[in-house]
Nanobody
């Protein structure tokens, strides 16, 4: 069992900043090593897209559309991943979903999502 609990979304203005957090917990987390954690987003009528991921082996990786504005980081002890989003744009409006996969695991785990709305 893996629970991913996100927080930090909201309604902001163009150019504002937000910080998202996501903590992984549950029996599977406590018995294994969380490998990759990250964030995807999905806007209405659009496919889910990668925002950023981070792991010990691969380090951080961000989509080209956000790499100059978003920073992903992680607390490996707390099994928590963060997404610092700066200079937000209307096109960043979406539901942001936390993602995790156990080390050497094959199953993807998803959070419920947190809404980010950027108003112009």
């Amino acid at each position: 069992q893996v629970q991913l609990v996100e927080s930090g979304g909201g309604l902001v203005q163009v150019g504002d900043s937000l910080r998202l957090s996501c903590t992984a917990s549950g029996r599977t987390v406590y018995r294994n090593i969380v490998g990759v954690m990250g964030w995807y987003r999905q806007a209405p009528g659009r496919e889910r897209e990668l925002v950023a991921t981070i792991s010990r082996a691969g380090g951080p990786h961000s989509a080209d559309s956000v790499k100059d504005r978003f920073t992903i980081s992680r607390d490996y002890v707390k099994n928590t991943v963060y997404l610092q989003m700066n200079n937000l744009k209307p096109e960043d409006t979406a539901v942001y979903l936390c993602y995790a996969r156990m080390y050497r695991g094959t199953e993807d785990y998803w959070g419920q999502g947190t809404q980010v709305t950027v108003s112009s």
